[in-house]
């Protein structure tokens, strides 16, 4: 079964821990990308990566660090420099957008959804 | 950086009838995307329509691109309580290759 992964499902922190959330993906796809959503609202970026070894900063990076040492494997590490971490988090992944004669598509995990107490 | 603007916000409509959700965005874009989210859940992409293409259809989905308006439409026919969820435009913008999700239409199906 080919699908993208996160874990865990629900996460709780405390304040002025650092937390990390695990996103695997094995649709073999170059792009990688975390999200974040609050209650009624859209997507905003984080971070993204189109290959391994490099990733850029989205819209809202402060607060969160990522690392990309696996093609399969994106994780997002909340830091307690994020000050208002509470949300819902999502990833995904798509072939490569640079690739224009594929889809653009993105197929997103299931989200974890982070509470600080 | 907010580009999608999905309208009304929110939906709610008998069974069996039609819905429609409209798209708003500011610059031109290669591509224009549909998803849905049910509570709880991650996205799931319906369709994409590209800038050359003015209509698509997907089962029950129609997808209408107007890039003169800068504005897309989706239409679910003959609507089922399982088709109660969000649902979110994305488009991906020429310039760079970025996709922007808008801030969605919450659509609630009454049995």
């Known amino acids: 079964d080919g699908g993208i992964t996160q874990s865990p499902k629900y996460l709780f922190r405390k304040e002025g821990q650092n937390v990390t959330l695990s996103c695997e993906q094995n649709?073999?796809?170059?792009?990688m990308y975390w999200y974040r959503q609050d209650p009624g609202q859209g997507l905003r970026l984080i971070y993204y990566?189109?290959?391994?070894?490099?990733?850029q900063k989205g819209d809202i990076a402060e607060g969160y660090s990522v690392s990309r040492e696996k093609k399969e494997s994106f994780p997002l590490t909340v830091t307690s420099a994020q000050k208002n971490p509470t949300a819902f988090y999502l990833c995904?992944?798509?072939?490569?957008?640079?690739?224009?004669?594929?889809?653009?598509?993105?197929?997103f995990g299931p989200g974890t959804r982070l509470t600080v107490l | 950086s907010q580009q999608g603007e999905e309208d009304p916000q929110a939906l709610s409509i008998q069974e069996g009838e039609n819905a429609t959700m409209n798209c708003s965005y500011k610059t031109s874009i290669n591509n224009l995307q549909w998803y849905r989210q049910n509570s709880g859940r991650g996205l799931v992409h319906l369709i994409l329509i590209r800038s050359n293409e003015r209509e698509k259809h997907s089962g029950r989905l129609r997808v209408t691109l107007d890039t003169s308006k800068k504005s897309s439409s989706l239409l679910i026919t003959a609507s089922r309580a399982a088709d109660t969820a969000s649902y979110f435009c994305?488009?991906?913008?020429?310039?760079?290759?970025?996709?922007?999700f808008g801030k969605g239409t919450r659509l609630h199906i009454l049995p």
């Open positions: 995904a992944s798509s072939v490569d957008l640079r690739r224009r004669e594929v889809t653009d598509t993105q197929y």
């Open positions: 994305a488009t991906v913008l020429n310039r760079d290759d970025k996709i922007i």
């Open positions: 649709l073999n796809h170059d792009a």
């Open positions: 990566s189109q290959i391994v070894n490099d990733f």
